[in-house]
């Protein structure tokens, strides 16, 4: 079965400080991978996703990811934080099964803290 | 440009009443659709998805269901709410064979009292 963890429920920053917020997957064959944000009381905002290339994936707002297959990871990152991305941050894989209708299946989520 | 409708933006039910929350897509054709539930703020569990008119997939036994009757409306339904359906209620769509991610409506914060 295909899953996705991230493994903080909780990243606190200081503003202006790179900041990392993890995902690991796990999925047979190749993942495709996204990042989404969502602010309090939102819907969801796609940040970047990973389906093929190079390593490094480049999204909105100056995030970037890093796709690692040998450590099943796609870590989110962002050189400086702003006080403006503290909100709720989910991975998610899509499910590649045979008639799932290209269902994402999502991380629990990490919520980002940056104080000024 | 493609749009999605999520409506009504929040809804206090009494437990017992029936439910429909409605989601629309403009700007495509024959896209993939879905309803999430997020309970808590946190974790998104899949509830439905559609692949087409009529062709609906559940994903979790549950007290809702779900219908498509035209191309880009999805609806979400019950005959009978219970508390534990109080949450946060995610339409979302995706270009049918697309490699593209989701794109979210702006969801329907339920609460069954």
């Known amino acids: 079965a295909q899953s996705v963890a991230q493994p903080e429920d909780q990243v606190n920053v200081a503003e202006g400080n790179p900041l990392t917020v993890k995902c690991t997957y796990s999925v047979s064959g190749n993942p495709y991978l996204f990042w989404y944000v969502q602010y309090p009381n939102r819907g969801l905002q796609f940040l970047l996703k990973?389906?093929?290339?190079?390593?490094l994936v480049k999204g909105s707002y100056g995030f970037e990811a890093e796709f690692n297959k040998s450590q099943t990871s796609f870590h989110l990152k962002k050189p400086s934080a702003l006080v403006s991305d503290s909100a709720l941050y989910f991975c998610a894989v899509r499910d590649m099964g045979r008639n799932q209708g290209g269902k994402l299946i999502f991380g629990q989520g990490t919520e980002l803290s940056v104080k000024p | 440009s493609q749009t999605i409708h999520q409506w009504p933006a929040t809804l206090v039910q009494p437990v017992g009443s029936p439910l429909s929350l409605e989601c629309t897509v403009e700007?495509?054709?024959?896209?993939?659709l879905y309803w999430y539930r997020q309970a808590a703020g946190r974790g998104l569990q899949l509830l439905f998805y559609?692949?087409?008119?009529?062709?609906i997939s559940s994903e979790v036994p549950q007290n809702l269901s779900a219908s498509r009757p035209q191309d880009r409306q999805f609806i979400l339904s019950s005959k009978k709410l219970l508390l534990s359906d109080s949450g946060f209620y995610l339409c979302?769509?995706?270009?049918?064979?697309?490699?593209?991610?989701?794109?979210f409506g702006s969801g329907t914060r339920l609460t069954v009292v």
């Open positions: 700007g495509t054709s024959n896209p993939n």
């Open positions: 979302a769509w995706r270009l049918y064979r697309s490699n593209y991610g989701y794109t």
């Open positions: 990973y389906i093929t290339g190079d390593n």
């Open positions: 559609s692949v087409g008119i009529g062709q």
